[in-house]
């Protein structure tokens, strides 16, 4: 749980839902540790309660662990199809997708790391920290590039590079939008404020005529030279995560009303609402076929849609905490995923798909025989 405020001994700190069980509570000792009251079998634990895996349900095929704090962000390399992850502990890192660190962590001097993009030729990275700044590091060496870059005045929270790869957007719980020249560090125009209170998303359009960004009221568009040209407004509470169609007529968009929605661009009219996360989408990403979108969200669960029926795709993918960030591959061959417990999960998305397909198979069968 994250508060302002130091909680007081004997406080419960969870509200309905940040729980996966319903029936347990969280609550702060006399010492100023978490514990976790559970009514089903009428224990008191240190350890959060974790989610009952169905019989059957599926398992990643590989857990990655060295991050000592929670991971904010993950990205796949199209070259090597190696993940990279930035966590709360400082540190950016890489891995095979079997779990095999390349390298050793990147550190810089900002404190944790709230989010991360890659160029798109994969020679570089940006990550934006709790102290506010952005440092860009050479993926190859595994060093920073220069001086870190300062502008905004609270942490950074999303990061997107241009198509053209000539800036960068950087989005702050100050609230405003700054875009940057990646050779020179420097803000290319005066910083956007805008109305969102935290910036939690921005995005460039494919064909980079625009951007658009996210917060607490809702989805912005705006021009290429930054002018606010559209508000989407639908969902019910702040809107946490972002994606494009390829070619740029839709937006996707997660939110902590706990739904993913799409949206066309031109109108800003909502077209699809999809439902079944039972706490708030933290993040989301296309498949590079767009007939699948997979969301990550705080119910501990990472989730496949099919954008063909618009349902979910088979049971959830579960972690074991809160799931903050999740990444396809270039290829479509696996889904990364990370979050509260530390841990990266990589799970075969080929195999994901076509266990739901005989499983929709069987139940045909099932259907005309009966």
């Known amino acids: 749980m994250v508060s302002s405020n130091r909680p007081l001994p004997g406080v419960r700190l969870d509200d309905p839902g940040d729980l996966v069980d319903p029936r347990c509570e969280w609550h702060i000792s006399p010492l100023g540790r978490s ?35 929670f991971i904010w962000s993950l990205a796949c390399l199209k070259a090597s199809c190696n993940v990279m992850s930035a966590s709360e502990d400082g540190s950016i890192r890489q891995w095979k997708r079997d779990g095999e660190p390349v390298g050793k962590p990147w550190y810089g001097d900002g404190g944790g790391i709230g989010t991360m993009a890659v160029s798109l030729d994969e020679t570089m990275v940006v990550c934006g920290n709790v102290d506010g700044r952005l ?37 702050s719980e100050d609230g405003t939008i700054r ?20 910036v939690y998303a921005v995005k460039y359009s494919p064909q980079g005529d625009k951007f658009i960004s996210s917060g607490s009221d809702g989805i912005c568009v705006w021009s290429r030279d930054g002018k606010l040209l559209k508000e989407i407004k639908g969902h019910n509470t702040r809107v946490t995560s972002l994606c494009w169609s390829k070619d740029g007529v839709y937006i996707f968009s997660g939110s902590a009303d706990d739904t993913i929605r799409k949206w066309r661009v031109i109108d800003g009219k909502e077209l699809v609402v999809l439902r079944g996360h039972t706490n708030d989408v933290r993040s989301l990403c296309l498949a590079p076929n767009e007939r699948y979108i997979v969301s990550a969200s ?44 530390t841990k990266i999960y990589v799970w075969n998305l ?21």
């Open 135 to 171: 440092r860009l590091w050479n993926i190859k060496e595994g060093s920073m590039i220069g001086e870190a870059w300062e502008g905004h005045d609270a942490a950074v929270r999303c990061l997107d590079w241009s198509p053209n790869a000539q800036e960068i957007a950087s989005g």
């Open 179 to 198: 875009r940057w020249n990646p050779d020179t560090g420097r803000q290319i125009t005066p910083p956007i404020e805008t109305s969102h209170g935290w």
């Open 35 to 69: 514990y976790f009251v559970n009514h089903n079998n009428r224990t008191t634990s240190w350890k959060k309660p974790k989610p009952e895996r169905p019989a059957g349900s599926l398992t990643p095929e590989c857990i990655i662990e060295g991050h000592s704090e």
């Open 298 to 341: 705080e119910d501990y669960s990472v989730r496949i849609w099919d954008l063909k029926t618009n349902q979910a795709v088979g049971d959830p993918l579960l972690h074991d905490d809160e799931v903050l960030t999740v990444a396809v591959s270039p290829d479509g061959t696996f889904i990364a995923s990370a979050g509260l417990d």
């Open 350 to 370: 080929e195999a994901t798909l076509k266990r739901h397909q005989v499983g929709v198979l069987v139940l045909w069968c099932f259907h005309i025989l009966f």
